[in-house]
């Protein structure tokens, strides 16, 4: 409460702090991590060795040139390889590769420049390609391209723009659920623009750990999608709390207190529950998670601390003017009192606690049901030709350079180093390992370096299971036989490789981050409640909330059962890094709900009334703010789930869902059915733990007469 009687002080300090670092954080800029830095395994390895020489990987890009007759295409070719060569844009421009029947041929090259600067210098490339396409339509002349610059670009330019799209959206959404839900302007402005202000700081401290710490390009995508639906939930809590004491008829002062001492303490412990759970993504041994976690954690923290430092300030401030701008027709639950919102919940609530064995097994049932289809789950990197959407000119050309010439876009690279690269039986085994690899394998040696690459197509896709299966034989066989008692490091890389061993990782990676993340669960319910058996059940409605957004998730991206009504489609697999992500975010979010629920359910109980009165009161008080708060989070998530990657597209779906499911059928169902069962034991501590320290989760005045147990819920009509 100090912030409240602090007022200038609070609310100056807040605003000095999000420009500061906001400033700071521009000024220095934000580093991304390279593609050696992301690498794991025998595939990192490999960049590694190449990134210690000083070689870049040039980036490189195929054009594939088609007509509809053999060698139809060579004026055209030639025409375009003259252009390319004008744009001074590129280097090792190759004689056209013609395909098996004639029809097609393929140029080869790569942009000049660093390989990290190629994405801003391969637009000259573009246009000129795009020319020879126009010009060679009226002749039936087809040109495709396909890369790593130009797919650089796009991805670059997608996420831009995906993550403007989210920010124009999200923000009006929420903004719109949050007038509908207060109704009144200031009241609905207050959660959106602390979270705003959180999200913007939290962007200009980030920017200045990743100097630390580099990141991958989606990580703000991810950051905004958090910032924003934890950010108005806290105040949306907290704005709640404050509203309904002074509905039921506090004044200004005694209605913050309250809420400073209940809602304020949840969402503290809610904020801190998932902070320690994201921080289990450093368990993973993967960059991705790891700046997925510093992301995450800075930005829950920066909004836990506005809610309960600045908020307080801003509503004492603000006084009954919280409710200026009143929207007719939506202001009419502050006339109704403080158990307006919790009308239908009571409804929902009667058979529930009249049959809470019936009501447990069926919503069981249905939860484990949608998680079903998840035991089917295939995982893997996804291509950019599938990030895209089939449609995508970039997929296309992918597509179609690939039917012609497996394994041409995305080749295996083998990287040999040997203090001598030159002998006589390296060399010897770097051309026999050569020819072996087929048509189109290509040597590079790097003598000065004492490294050599082999590139080396891979048949069907260069992602399919045929390309796997001969990833796998190049790995554990052919290669090792090349050099077999030779004093030399050779490894694989390339981009299969790079998604196989990264996927491996995954699966090393899960079980400490699982189990870390279960541990500190149990820990903070245990610390919070003195209950085992609340701590269990968290970990347990939490799981099945998982589970079913696992399900969801592998039947409309894997099957593609529905996709085409969200404008995705099916591409057979989830990406790789989204289920060990979808499993920490979601378990860090469902404490929102669970510790703000499970406190006014203790607060209750603690005041004296029974187990089956304390769910009753406790889950009707906390259904306008849990509602509101889920509504939000599905609506921001579901932004995220009309973005153009597919990725952000899995993501958004798989986090949406999962929440909708939480907040209804878990807080709704589940968990009241499931706690009126275990009855006096939800609340009993162990001999073994009663030197736990109490936590106190009531006010020391209630703010409405309990329910009796038998007491009708009120409908709020």
């Known amino acids: 409460m100090w912030s409240a009687h602090h007022r200038k002080a609070a609310i100056l300090g807040w605003l000095v702090f999000v420009v500061l670092a906001t400033v700071i954080g521009g000024a220095v800029g934000t580093v991304t991590a390279s593609d050696e830095e992301m690498g794991v395994g025998d595939s990192g390895r490999a960049a590694e060795i190449l990134k210690d020489a000083g070689i870049d990987e040039p980036a490189a890009e195929l054009v594939m040139v088609g007509a509809r007759t053999a060698d139809g295409w060579r004026d055209a070719a030639a025409d375009l390889s003259k252009a390319l060569d004008a744009t001074g844009e590129v280097r090792g421009l190759k004689a056209p590769l013609p395909s098996e029947d004639g029809k097609d041929a393929l140029l080869r090259f790569a942009i000049k420049g660093p390989s990290d600067e190629a994405g801003d210098r391969v637009q000259p490339v573009l246009d000129a390609v795009d020319k020879a396409r126009q010009d060679g339509a009226g002749r039936g002349i087809s040109v495709h391209q396909f890369g790593d610059a130009s797919s650089e670009k796009e991805l670059s330019d997608l996420l831009a723009d995906d993550l403007k799209k989210a920010e124009f959206t999200a923000v009006p959404l929420a903004l719109g659920i949050l007038l509908i839900a207060f109704g009144a302007v200031v009241a609905a402005l207050l ?47 907290y704005l709640r709390r404050e509203r309904d004491e002074r509905a039921a008829g506090r ?29 289990g993504m450093f368990l993973s041994g993967l960059l991705l998670f790891k700046g997925f976690a510093v992301a995450t954690i800075l930005v829950v923290c920066v909004a836990m601390l506005g809610s309960v430092t600045v908020l307080p300030a801003l509503l004492a ?5 919280i409710d200026a701008g009143r929207i007719p027709f939506l202001n009419r639950r502050a006339k109704k009192g403080v158990h307006a919102s919790g009308g239908l919940a009571g409804k929902v609530l009667r058979p529930v606690l009249a049959r809470p064995k019936f009501f447990a097994v069926g919503a069981a049932v249905l939860l484990l049901s949608l998680a079903a289809p998840a035991l089917g789950m295939k995982t893997e990197q996804l291509g950019l030709e599938k990030q895209f959407g089939s449609d995508a000119p970039l997929s296309v050309a992918y597509q179609k350079i690939t039917d012609e010439f497996p394994g041409g876009p995305a080749p295996a690279r083998v990287v040999v180093k040997a203090d001598d690269i030159g002998a006589r039986p390296v ?57 077999e008692g030779m004093d030399v490091e050779a490894y694989v890389g390339g981009d299969l490789a790079s998604s196989e061993d990264f996927g491996d990782q995954l699966g090393r990676g899960i079980v400490p981050v699982f189990a870390f993340i279960t541990a500190v669960t149990f820990l903070l319910m245990l610390f919070c409640f003195r209950s085992v058996v609340i701590a269990v059940t968290s970990i347990a409605l939490n799981l099945l909330s998982v589970g079913a957004a696992y399900g969801v998730m592998t039947a409309v991206f894997q099957h593609g059962w529905g996709a085409e009504l969200i404008g995705s489609e099916k591409v057979g697999a989830i990406e ?52 509101g708060a889920a509504v939000i989070m599905v609506a921001v998530f579901a932004v995220f789930g009309t973005l ?40 009993h501590t162990p001999r073994y733990l009663r030197w736990l320290p109490k936590i106190s989760h009531e006010e020391a005045e209630p703010t409405a007469r309990p329910y009796a147990h038998n007491s009708p819920v009120p409908s709020g009509r």
């Open 576 to 627: 790789n890094w989204m289920p060990l992500f979808v499993l920490v975010v979601l378990f860090g979010l469902s404490m929102d709900y669970h510790v703000f629920v499970v406190s006014r359910i203790r607060e209750s109980r603690d005041r004296g009334m029974d187990n089956r009165a304390a769910i009753r009161e406790g889950i009707t008080r906390t259904a306008g703010a849990v509602t």
């Open 644 to 683: 153009s990657m597919q990725d952000m597209q899995q993501m958004g779906v798989g986090l949406g869902v999962a929440v909708l499911l939480d907040a209804t059928v878990v807080r709704m169902l589940l968990l009241p059915s499931l706690m009126t069962l275990l009855g006096e034991r939800n609340w």
């Open 317 to 321: 401030g603000l006084g009954d003017r």
């Open 251 to 279: 004044d200004a002062e005694t209605a913050l207190r309250i809420a400073a001492a209940t809602s304020g303490r949840a969402v503290l412990v809610s904020g801190l529950t998932v902070m320690v759970a994201m921080a």
């Open 191 to 237: 959660p959106v623009g602390l979270a705003l202000t959180a999200c913007v700081a939290a962007f200009g401290l980030l920017s200045l750990a990743s100097h630390q710490l580099h990141l991958f390009e989606t990580t703000y995508s991810v950051m905004f999608l958090m910032g924003l639906a934890v950010g108005v939930d806290y105040c949306l809590f």
């Open 427 to 483: 060399r010897d085994a770097l051309d026999s390992l050569t020819r072996k690899a087929g048509d189109g394998a290509e040597l590079t040696v790097h003598k000065a370096s004492g490294v050599a690459e082999i590139a080396v197509p891979l048949p069907g896709t260069g992602t399919d299971a045929e390309a796997k299966k001969a990833l796998h034989q190049l790995r554990d066989d052919t290669v090792p036989a090349a050099f």
